[in-house]
Nanobody, 125 residues
Framework: QVQLLESGGGSVQSGGSLRLSCAAF????????MGWFRQVPGKEREGVAA???????NYAESVKGRFTISQDNAKNTLYLQMNSLKPEDTAMYYC???????????????????WGQGTQVTVSS
């Protein structure tokens, strides 16, 4: 049974940094695309960043230049380095994985087969 376990969330002041991790367990075949999404109460879940198995990356405009997605295949772990955090980055962050390449529709939640439980990020001004 595939499991994705996020960690690294917390509270930070505006301008600070956090690094999220997502450890994957129980899968037989490596995922083609993994991504980070975030959601605040009352709003739809939105794509933050995604990475293909070949290392190609995609970012939402709102986080370009501030966030970096990466993966360590040896450790079966996905990362999201978040710098220059802003209060509007406050959300529950979710890790997701799919057996298809990210492509231009990487930000659609429907494309992902597996989801983690989320880790909360709170940025205060």
């Amino acid at each position: 049974q595939v499991q994705l376990l996020e960690s690294g969330g917390g509270s930070v002041q505006s301008g600070g940094s956090l690094r999220l991790s997502c450890a994957a367990f129980g899968y037989t075949y490596s995922f083609d695309c993994m991504g980070w999404f975030r959601q605040v109460p009352g709003k739809e879940r939105e794509g933050v960043a995604a990475i293909d198995s070949d290392g190609s990356t995609n970012y939402a405009e709102s986080v370009k230049g501030r966030f970096t997605i990466s993966q360590d295949n040896a450790k079966n772990t996905l990362y999201l380095q978040m710098n220059s955090l802003k209060p509007e980055d406050t959300a529950m962050y979710y890790c997701a994985a799919q057996y298809a390449y990210c492509s231009g529709s990487w930000y659609y939640t429907a494309g992902y087969n597996y989801w983690g439980q989320g880790t909360q990020v709170t940025v205060s001004s």
